[in-house]
């Protein structure tokens, strides 16, 4: 099994930023794609940005330009700078871990708790 951890979530201005994190631990387990999602009351989640095993990013129409995501493959960990946030970014932002147990050619995602970003007006 692995455990996916994020932090960073908290209470901003308009304008202002914040640095969401996400650990994965786990053992025999490679990590391939890592994502950012966001569930805002009332919605759908949402991709907010990816990056690959090979350090490929995409990002939501939305975010693009304002957020940047980045991952530690020592660290196992993925990284998601907001800046320029704005109330419509108000959410509980997921973070998503894919890869393959080593004994497997079967794809697994592994999703975190949520973390609350909340930016106010």
């Known amino acids: 099994q692995v455990q996916v951890v994020e932090s960073g979530g908290g209470l901003v201005q308009d304008g202002g930023s914040l640095r969401l994190s996400c650990v994965a631990s786990?053992?025999?387990?490679?990590?391939?794609?890592m994502g950012w999602y966001r569930q805002a009351q009332g919605t759908q989640r949402e991709l907010v940005a990816r990056?690959?095993?090979?350090?490929?990013?995409n990002y939501a129409d939305s975010v693009q330009g304002r957020f940047t995501i980045s991952r530690d493959n020592a660290k196992s960990t993925v990284y998601l700078q907001m800046n320029s946030l704005k109330p419509e970014d108000t959410a509980v932002y997921y973070c998503?871990?894919?890869?393959?147990?080593?004994?497997?050619?079967?794809?697994?995602?592994?999703w975190g708790q949520g973390t609350q970003v909340t930016v106010s007006s």
């Open positions: 786990g053992s025999a387990f490679n990590i391939d794609d």
């Open positions: 998503r871990v894919g890869g393959r147990y080593i004994w497997s050619n079967s794809n697994r995602n592994y």
């Open positions: 990056v690959s095993g090979g350090g490929s990013t």
